[in-house]
C-alpha cells in the first residue's frame, strides 16, 4: 500500500471515528444526598437535572447527542463523597452537577480538578471552593449558584438594623456550609454594630437540644440565626416550644423545603430565610416549573439551579464546539451570559455567577413566601 493510500486509509479510519464519537450519548453526573437526613435535596438535584435533560434531549440534545444522566449518592458526607468522585471519573464521566454540601464539594473537587473533569455545583455556597480551586489553578471547579460571604453581606447589616439592642445568638452545625455561613452573618452583623449575646457550634445529628434551648432562654435571647440544616432547625424550634420559648429565628438557604415544615410543625411559623430570588417566579422558569409541577413535584430550594447547571453544561459544549471539560469552562466564563432557568448567567474568573440578588422568605402555616416589607 502507498503512504498517500495509507494516510487516506487512516483519516478516513478517524473521520468515522469522529463521526462515531460524536453520534454518541453524553453523560452528566449529579451528585448530592440521595439518601439520609437531607435526602430531599438530593431528590431536588435530580428531579432539576433530569427535567433538565429531558427539555434539551426533545429539541435535538447537544448537537444531535443525547444528554444522560448517572445519579450517585454521597449523603452529604465527606468521605463518600471523594469516593463517589473517584468513582465517576473512574467511569469516564467528566461532567458534574454536584455536589450539594460544601462540605462534600471541596474534597471531591480535588479529584475532579486532577481529572480536568468540570464540576459546577448548584448549592455549594462556602467561598472556599472557588477561591482555593481559582488558587491553585483549578480551571474545572465552578458553582451556579450564590456565596455565604455575598449572603452574609445581605442578611447580616439588616440583622443589626432591625434587631438594634436585641439578643441575638449565633449557631452553626461546625459544617463548612453551616459555620461558614454564620461566620459570614456574624462578621457583617458585627460591623452593623450589633454584637451576639451567644456564639456557638452544635453537634448536627443529636436528638436532645434541651440544655441548649435552656442556654438561649437563660441569656433572653430574642433573635437566633442558625447555620445548618433543616432536621436540626425543626427540633430546636419544637424543643424551645416544649419550653414555652419563642424568639425569631432567622436561618439560611438550607431550608427552602417542605421537610422543614414537617419536622418543626407550627413551632415553625414565622421562621425567617435567606434564598436567591425566587427562581421560580423567573419568566423563563414557566415552562420547566409548569412540566415539573405536571409531575407532581413543586421545584423548590434546589431543583431550579440543578436545572440550570445541565443547561450550562450543553451551552458550554456547544460554545466550546467540544466536550473538552477545560474548554468548556474556558467558553463559560468568557463573560458572555447563558440562557438558564433561573434567568441570565455570567460567570466570574473564578467560576462563580455574578450579580447574585436575595429575597428574605418567611414561614406561614406550612408554606413560605417572600416577606412584605
Known amino acids: ?101 460544601s462540605g462534600s464539594s471541596i474534597p471531591a473537587s480535588a479529584v475532579y480538578a486532577e481529572a480536568g473533569a468540570l464540576m459546577m455545583s448548584p448549592a455549594s455556597s462556602n467561598p472556599v471552593l472557588t477561591d482555593d480551586a481559582a488558587a491553585k489553578g483549578w480551571s474545572s471547579i465552578m458553582r451556579l449558584y450564590t456565596r455565604d460571604d455575598a449572603q452574609g453581606a445581605f442578611i447580616g447589616p439588616w440583622i443589626a438594623e432591625r434587631y438594634k439592642g436585641k439578643n441575638v445568638v449565633i449557631l452553626h452545625d461546625k459544617s463548612a456550609y453551616g459555620q461558614g455561613v454564620a461566620d459570614a452573618v456574624k462578621a457583617t452583623m458585627n460591623a452593623g454594630g450589633l454584637t451576639e449575646v451567644l456564639y456557638e457550634g452544635i453537634n448536627a445529628g443529636e436528638k436532645d437540644y434541651a440544655a441548649l434551648v435552656t442556654k438561649m432562654k437563660e441569656l433572653k435571647a430574642d ?25 425569631q429565628l432567622i436561618m439560611p438557604d438550607s431550608i427552602a423545603s417542605p421537610e422543614f415544615w414537617q419536622i418543626a410543625g407550627p413551632a415553625g ?48 459544549i456547544e460554545r466550546a464546539g467540544t466536550d473538552d471539560p477545560l474548554k468548556v469552562a474556558e467558553a463559560l466564563k468568557n463573560g458572555e451570559p447563558i440562557s438558564t432557568v433561573v434567568g441570565p448567567i455570567a460567570f466570574d474568573e473564578k467560576g462563580d455567577i455574578k450579580g447574585a440578588t436575595y429575597d428574605i422568605n418567611v414561614w406561614h402555616d406550612g408554606n413560605y413566601a417572600k416577606l412584605a416589607e
Not at 224 to 239: K, N, S, T
Not at 271 to 290: G, H, I, N, R
Not at 292 to 314: C, D
Open 223 to 247: 433573635v437566633v440565626y442558625f447555620g445548618g440544616y433543616h432536621p436540626e432547625a425543626g427540633l430546636i424550634l419544637r424543643q424551645s416550644a416544649e419550653q414555652s420559648f419563642k424568639y
Open 269 to 316: 411559623e414565622g421562621t425567617l430565610f435567606v434564598f436567591p430570588s425566587d427562581p421560580q417566579a423567573k419568566p423563563e422558569a414557566k415552562e420547566a416549573v409548569e412540566k415539573i409541577k405536571a409531575g407532581g413535584f413543586v421545584p423548590e430550594g434546589f431543583t431550579l439551579f440543578s436545572y440550570a447547571v445541565i443547561q450550562a453544561f450543553a451551552q458550554g
Open 1 to 101: 500500500m502507498t503512504l498517500r493510500r495509507t494516510l487516506g486509509a487512516t483519516l478516513f479510519a478517524l473521520s468515522i471515528g469522529a463521526s462515531a464519537a460524536l453520534a454518541d450519548d453524553i453523560t452528566f453526573a449529579v451528585v448530592g444526598p440521595m439518601t439520609g437526613q437531607l435526602a430531599s435535596i438530593g431528590d431536588q438535584f435530580k428531579i432539576g437535572a433530569e427535567a433538565a435533560a429531558a427539555a434539551i434531549n426533545e429539541k435535538g440534545g447537544i448537537g444531535g447527542r443525547m444528554i444522560k444522566i448517572s445519579i450517585e449518592d454521597d449523603v452529604c458526607d465527606p468521605k463518600q463523597a471523594v469516593s463517589v468522585a473517584n468513582r465517576i471519573v473512574a467511569n469516564g464521566i467528566m461532567f458534574v452537577d454536584g455536589h450539594a454540601c
